[in-house]
């Protein structure tokens, strides 16, 4: 654990010039609708990274990650789905009370953000990564099945469907890495799940006890959030580097 923490310092150490100051955006979805967002450049350019929140929570149970992966050299978006946080209007105001509606309209919000990250000037549009926790992993899932530019996917907490794993069971060039409490026992099947279905030989499993649920358990597991980070920087790569040629 102390290794892992003292990588994570240095990288973040060597990478802190190109963090820039954080913005709230709106990502306009395909029926109009406004998702507020929090968007972190980096100056000197990078791959993108959409951080996907729990539906028990908001885009705010990753301000912390999101420092960091942007400290670390990454472009990162955190958005409120609609009905959640700052993405309250309308219709969209109870997430209880209009939970078919909100999670039909959730893949499209997820295109729309990843539109909004990939038109900005310092994204490197076709290196993308998703963290998606709880309800938002299956998101992640299927954005990666939709964006073959999504390179790399960090799961917490949670499932998908069988679309989703046939997925992951067919793609042998995208990494997963999967974290979830032994105690939270549907969610912490699930991801062993997924992980067990990855077809890439580097994904990895992170089974933690009493930990939590999802975004949670990094209140409590203080090397989780540099796991994440240091995952980021073997899986995609800032700006470029070990990226294919026709992908930089």
């Known amino acids: 654990m102390k290794a892992r923490l003292v990588l994570s310092v240095v990288l973040l150490l060597c990478a802190a010039s190109a963090r820039g100051e954080p913005r709230d955006v709106r990502v306009v979805a395909a029926d109009g609708f406004a998702l507020q967002g929090t968007f972190h450049p980096a100056d000197k350019g990078g791959?993108?990274?959409?951080?996907?929140?729990?539906?028990?929570?908001?885009?705010?149970?990753?301000?912390?990650?999101?420092?960091?992966?942007?400290?670390?050299?990454?472009?990162?978006?955190?958005?409120?789905?609609?009905?959640?946080?700052g993405s309250r209007g309308g219709e969209y105001t109870d997430f209880a009370a209009r939970r078919p509606q909100i999670l039909e309209r959730m893949p499209g919000d997820v295109d729309a953000a990843l539109a909004f990250l990939t038109a900005q000037p310092t994204v490197i549009a076709r290196a993308l990564g998703v963290v998606g926790g709880s309800c938002g992993v299956n998101q992640a899932v299927q954005a990666s099945r939709r964006h073959p530019d999504?390179?790399?996917?960090?799961?917490?907490?949670?499932?998908?469907?069988?679309?989703?794993?046939?997925?992951?069971?067919?793609?042998?060039?995208?990494?997963?890495?999967?974290?979830?409490?032994?105690?939270?026992?549907?969610?912490a099947a699930a991801i062993r799940k997924i992980v067990g279905l990855s077809a890439h030989r580097d994904s990895q499993l992170t089974m933690l006890r009493n930990a939590g649920h999802a975004a949670s358990m990094f209140a409590t597991q203080v090397d989780l959030e540099p796991d994440i980070v240091i995952w980021f920087r073997a899986n995609l790569p800032v700006a470029g580097y070990g990226l294919p040629p026709a992908i930089r």
């Open 47 to 85: 791959p993108g990274i959409l951080l996907l929140h729990q539906c028990d929570a908001d885009r705010h149970s990753y301000d912390h990650l999101a420092t960091m992966l942007n400290t670390a050299g990454y472009n990162v978006l955190a958005i409120d789905f609609r009905g959640f946080g």
């Open 150 to 187: 999504i390179r790399t996917l960090v799961l917490l907490s949670g499932g998908t469907n069988a679309e989703g794993e046939a997925h992951l069971k067919s793609s042998p060039s995208l990494p997963v890495f999967g974290a979830a409490s032994e105690e939270d026992t549907d969610a």
